[in-house]
């Protein structure tokens, strides 16, 4: 099976682009993604769905795109969405993480996105820049990763800013939450969740942390916790949340 199943006139289905993507252009991309992700995040987009949950996929930390084209998948093509990325300006990658150049992350867009990139913005940023969120626009990311600076001032900051610009019902999803070697994602994270904020964890696995609106808290808690996914529960600051 080639990629022009993914490029026909009229896009492939779904369930049929991520079995192509995890085929044959996942492992051809630099990054660190389980092959699982790509379970739990069309679960996630299918509880969505069902709940009438829109919007566009925002990605803070791309890299060259591994796991951003995996969420743009699960978006409309109608709907914006967002790439955040230092890209060449490295020289404020203060905690020295891994960028990668925008040119590598546009050959993988047009390459193997399921819409060739044609409703993705890419945006040359820190992602500490207060101009972000009137750039986005607040409500408007249905699905969210945290994959930028690891400090635990960024996570703190990037997490305010999660906050703001996903819908009611989006998710937020944090990377390198049990990485030993970036300690300042978990530290970072309790920080922010010390503040009694309106965006809560309610599953972890495969070294990620996920988080919705608290209202919502029990909506996301519930499906996963009955999924096939679901190895335990565990608490965290006063909440269970879901072992995968």
Same mark, same amino acid.
């Given at each position: ?8 006139? &009229?896009?492939?289905?779904?369930? @049929? ?10 492992? /051809? ?6 092959? @699982?992700?790509?379970?739990?995040? $069309?679960?996630?987009?299918?509880? /969505? ?23 743009? $998948? ?8 967002? $790439? ?5 300006? /490295? @020289? ?78 989006? &998710? ?55 999924? &096939? ?10 909440? /269970?949340?879901?072992?995968?």
């Amino acid at each position: 099976m080639g990629l022009s199943l993914v490029f026909n006139e &009229a896009p492939a289905p779904l369930s @049929e682009f991520l079995d192509t993507y995890r085929t044959h252009g996942f492992h /051809q991309i630099e990054g660190w993604c389980a092959d @699982e992700m790509f379970k739990v995040c $069309a679960f996630i987009d299918e509880l /969505q769905r069902s709940k009438k949950v829109s919007g566009g996929a925002c990605e803070i930390g791309i890299n060259q795109g591994k796991f951003f084209i995996l969420l743009n $998948a699960l978006v409309d093509e109608t709907k914006t969405s967002y $790439a955040i990325d230092l890209f060449e300006n /490295q @020289e404020f990658n203060i905690d020295y993480g891994v960028g990668g150049p925008r040119e590598a992350f546009e050959k993988h867009l047009a390459k193997f996105d399921r819409h060739g990139g044609s409703n993705v913005k890419i945006i040359t940023a820190d992602s500490t820049d207060p101009a972000l969120r009137s750039c986005i626009g607040g409500g408007r990311i249905k699905m969210l990763s945290v994959d930028g600076g690891h400090t635990a001032e960024h996570i703190v900051s990037d997490l305010s800013l999660a906050n703001q610009l996903i819908t009611n019902g989006g &998710a937020v999803i944090v990377n390198d939450v049990m990485h030993y070697h970036w300690i300042g994602v978990i530290e970072g994270i309790f920080k922010f969740l010390m503040q009694s904020p309106t965006l809560v964890p309610f599953a972890i696995g495969f070294n990620r942390l996920f988080m919705c609106k608290l209202s919502w808290y029990p909506i996301y808690f519930n499906a996963f916790n009955s999924s &096939a996914m679901r190895k335990n529960t565990v608490p965290m600051l006063g909440r /269970q949340i879901v072992v995968l």
